[in-house]
Nanobody
Framework: QVQLVESGGGLVQAGGSLRLSCTAS????????MGWYRQAPGKERELVAT???????KYRDSVEGRFTISRDNAKNTVLLEMNDLKPEDTAIYYC???????????WGQGTQVTVSS
């Protein structure tokens, strides 16, 4: 019912930048939290950055200052500007949407980000 379509992943050199985009569509009753998680091989899925409808943000410590999350609520879109990428940022990045605290997360299919040294 709710679909999250991601784009912007790719292969970049260390120090480069990528801009991820995710747009939600379908029957969306509400959107509280929207953001990004990532999962590298052999690791658990981890928070990258999230933003509430009110604009409150949360970042993983290792990306603070390098990544910037933003939202266009009217377009149901969340962006992740990633700068100064490092090899350890290599992972599949998943867009996520939390309608409210009574519901679970919706997830996109993921977009691969690969950073070469």
């Amino acid at each position: 019912q709710v679909q999250l379509v991601e784009s912007g992943g790719g292969l970049v050199q260390a120090g480069g930048s990528l801009r991820l985009s995710c747009t939600a569509s379908g029957s969306i009753p509400s959107i509280n939290i929207m953001g990004w998680y990532r999962q590298a091989p052999g690791k658990e899925r981890e928070l990258v950055a999230t933003m509430s409808t009110g604009g409150q943000t949360k970042y993983r410590d290792s990306v603070e200052g390098r990544f910037t999350i933003s939202r266009d609520n009217a377009k149901n879109t969340v962006l992740l500007e990633m700068n100064d990428l490092k090899p350890e940022d290599t992972a599949i990045y998943y867009c996520t949407l939390l309608p409210n605290k009574k519901m679970g997360f919706y997830w996109g299919q993921g977009t691969q980000v690969t950073v070469s040294s």
